[in-house]
């Protein structure tokens, strides 16, 4: 591979020569949202932006820009949540695709760090499959690469929970050594299970440091290595699917 | 300073506590362009957000997530560059500013990295002061701060040019060391000496390899890490002002 | 119950009573978009409908007239299909709730008909559920009631299939018992097993006659009958739920 | 004919016969708002909804699901209304429309229920017939039929009115002959003598039952059967017309 | 009158003072679009702006600037013509109003002077006057006004017909006798009466120089002249009873 | 030249004769907002409109109509002040824009009166540069005329300041000389110095009397004339550059 994987990080004539080889790009979508008492408002993006280009790498594939700021209005009732409204992100996603296919690139795997941003991603999608019919257009949570759940059960058992989750935390944790944040556990899982997603004002009241029935106590440095590279490893396959079923003809 | 200048790798419980002390935060926005032979895709981005960081550094004040895609259609000729309409744009910075605002924050400093975002910047803004009228919100360049024009002319007298300069290529090589990329020089920069900004089919037929009357080969990181310096040095003061002018009464 | 339960029904001044002893309402969306070679291409909103009334009828709620459209872009490549655009989606789901919460409605509970629906109708109520905070939003497939899924695997095993299947046939033959449309079975389910759900001209090559992995040759008025059943009781005592959270207080 | 007049019992298959023979389509158009002390709040989309399909029977044409909701913000003073924005309604109308040509349908005949929606279904036709240039799109109020008219002064003389109209409230007592709603008459026509259509707390006060001049104490399921007919009777050579003029070269 | 009755010729004291006695304003709206053979691309937005102005004069109320540009989208196949899309007027006629309702204006009369307007006008005002319920916003076309009808049939026959009318020609030369434009007549009213308004396409097939049944060669400056005062003499009542109904409380 | 200068006084077949011979057409764009203690309303939208007419006189070309309101937010606290929102502008701009261009328009120059526009006219033509590149279209600033700025420097010194300023109030005065204005000088103009623009109601506690830094107390009808003359030769030129450029090839 003679590019990096950053399309940041290419010149013009990097991605004219990549086209010709690849009609492929990762995109990494997250949130800027709470994660609970020592999870970062960052998780979601950094988090996607880490594997997609752990993915672009491992089959040299461009990764474009994350988009940082998602679908996030549950979580506005603690300080720091970013959101935006759901016809912005449709219309975000849209000027994205539309800017890269211009280019010529037909393949598109988003790589999602917050399940929140699935549904308006999925709407998104449905207009521009249409828009753009010879565009393949994917979208995959990392926690869905095989190998994660069956480790987050392993390691955490039902600790493990939904938002602020020690395998979200310690991937964090992985990519910022430095700024490890503890909080002394075991935190009460009971307290926070997990009852619905309602809106912001009842969502603090269900979950009251944010966390959703996990106990992010249990987060460490090594446990975010082994995820990361269980997201990046299960989910390079998908990606390079798409990839061949665009490849330019030769 | 007991929080990192990243909005992103604070907790909940860091802005909680930065506003009791300050309602000023940095949003860094950029663009995702073609920049000349050997400038990289992300520049606009990549230098905002790091001079973005550096004054939040300085000043003890958060950043957010860059908005790393703006308006770049007349850059879309050259692969690789993306861009949003001006009507996303609009909302994407109405939708970050209002998520903030509803938290607390009151001063809000874009440090913009392109020229191109301006304009659409500006008709943002215009809205955003009538309905949220006691927020103070600012937009700087980073080539505007201070010592920035007259080093540009010391080291590139009439070789700095209006688009992929050699002080903006500098920085990301003082970003990025290990990537960066070089072109022979000099370059002729009189074939494509700046003559407006038209439509894309258009800007590629007056500037065919996507400078802009500028010479990156005379880019060094050396350089870099100077003008990373003085647009840091130089835009710190402004926003420590709004901040002050923002700051929670006690 | 004085009321019927179709607010099409009511006068105003039955409503006016009815909001002094409840503020529920539920609001029936469906699809128009094609069946297969014998479904009907209402299936997803005469479905929804009829079981938001059986619903209504049997916790004496309201019920909002049925949105027939709603997101079946994949679909376009079948003559007959209808769909909005997401935003537009977005925008009806909006002024309805809008315009029942104006005149105190407080518990809204939308039946759905039709998956492809969710993505934005999650979308459209996550901006609601901010813009009005005392409103209870929620959202129900009829086959996630209990009972449903075990039902149709006992009477079609795996030819249940996830489009134009058995089950919803059925449902709309017991409804338009006059206009059952038969089809010669066994239908091959292998050529049409679900692989995903890609742009509609994709989608038209990989399920041909429209059916994903179902045979509804199976259908029947007697197997609609009890769908329709399970579905009203299924799904009554969730919609009652949110009806006593957001009762008038005496 | 071999298929239903509702699109929404056909199948795919009957439309693509359907469309060899006829590229014409009725869509039945209406409201949900208050009708007076008697009429029903659905008044306008079951009376559009039932001369349609009328319409559709007699000349053999198809009628695609009924706009339920419509503009009816002055009415919203009156528990039960609901009303779309003028941009929301024009969206849906829009997307209808473009969704039916993009099947090859070339003739759309609106059947309105409502007079509040004709000025917004008017500047969503303008759009669409210079977007869509060999479109034929027309308007009808079922009111405008011949016959209707003289029928209601023959009736009901000066005690028609212009809102919760005899005439509209005796059709639907035709279409629900066991939801007849009474109110002792004759009504005072004096007090709520038409004084234009202001905004909907005027709109109160100058109608404070919700009728416009009207005396539905006239109403009978007889009255109603005499006008339903008259609506399609009148209405079907307009139809028909549009029709003949879009019928497929053969 | 110590003020123009021209809001633009204004100063904003004067509007200051004007509206402790005042809280009425007239806005213009007409449209740019041909007027067949001897009529002005304009006639239609400076027939409403002096009328309006004649108005204000009279009754010494204030007029905003026209809206030159209106809904002409069937006159497109003709050289000049520029239309707005619905959306985009409701947008200007929303702003305009917003604007003038916070300075304290509650009362605006609408001037029309093109029929294509009145559709998505009314759909503004619809939802202008839930979202401003205090404000009366009222809609007059010119020829409405009294003695307007009966003096065209008087002066034309049956040769006034609808666009491009010798009324509406007449104006504009009284407006601009320097501009007068000369047609030989009589012209030919039978190959171009009135069958309805299609498309731009169809229209110009339909009324091949741009009348609709209408012989402006009749067309004088001192019909005109009688026009213009039938229309500002008839008009002014109306403006002045919107006038008195929202004057200041003293 | 056989056609008046202003569209709006063509008929339909000069404007086909027009376009034989040229493609360009001026736009003027102005503002309807405060213009200090005798500066008048309309100030942006008279000078911009004088200034196009006298371009268009001098080179032969055709004027559209006038944006009479633009982007005056920050001026809202000052009575008679209207505005549109960003969006709004930027739909006015694209409709203007292509309705001229489906005519076979391919030069745009727009004459802006106020400099709050800029923003948003830039907005609004870069994504008009790429949705139609065959068209040039550009943006000028009366005050960017050769020679203003030396004359104003040269008649008023340093008491030209950035709004309400002598030069535009001369340019009304001379427009219409019958509305002169006086106001009593000197005006001190160090109280009302420009120190930014901020939203609407910080703006009138830092410009109290809407003045920035000017004394329009030295405006004369005599000075005026100057700079309407100045303005006008000093952009006919770049307009003339404009035509040349898009010429119908013969």
């Known amino acids: 591979m003679n590019h990096p994987a950053r399309l940041a990080l290419c010149t013009w004539r990097d991605v004219e020569a990549y086209l010709e080889t690849s009609r ?27 594997i997609a280009l752990g993915i672009g790498d491992k089959i040299a ?31 975000v996603i849209g000027d994205c695709v539309r800017s890269l296919y211009a280019h010529g690139f037909r393949g598109f795997g988003f790589v999602n760090g917050h399940g929140g941003n699935t549904a308006t991603g999925r709407a998104a999608m449905s207009g521009l499959r249409e828009e753009l019919p010879d565009a393949v257009i994917k979208w995959a949570h990392w926690w869905e690469a095989p190998g994660i759940g069956s480790t987050a059960r392993e390691l955490f058992g039902n600790r493990e929970g939904q938002h602020a989750t020690p395998s979200e935390v310690s991937m964090t944790m992985a990519l910022y050594p430095n700024e490890v944040k503890t909080v002394d556990g075991p935190l009460d899982i009971e307290s926070c299970r997990p009852r619905g997603i309602p809106g912001s004002v009842e969502f603090r009241k269900l979950y009251p440091d944010g966390r959703m029935g996990s106990d992010p106590s249990l987060a460490t440095v090594a446990h975010g290595q082994r995820f990361l590279q269980l997201a990046i490893d299960g989910l390079a396959p998908k990606a390079a699917e798409i990839a061949a079923q665009v490849a330019p003809s030769t």
Chains 1, 2, 3, 4, 5, 6 share one sequence.
């Open 24 to 50: 492929f790009i990762l995109l990494p979508i997250g949130s800027t949202e709470q994660h609970g008492p020592n999870g970062i408002i960052g998780t979601d993006h950094v988090t996607a932006e880490a």
């Open 61 to 91: 594939a461009l990764v474009a820009p994350t988009i940082n700021v998602g679908m996030a209005a549950h979580h506005m009732a603690f300080p720091g949540t970013m959101t935006l409204r759901a016809e912005t992100l449709i219309a």
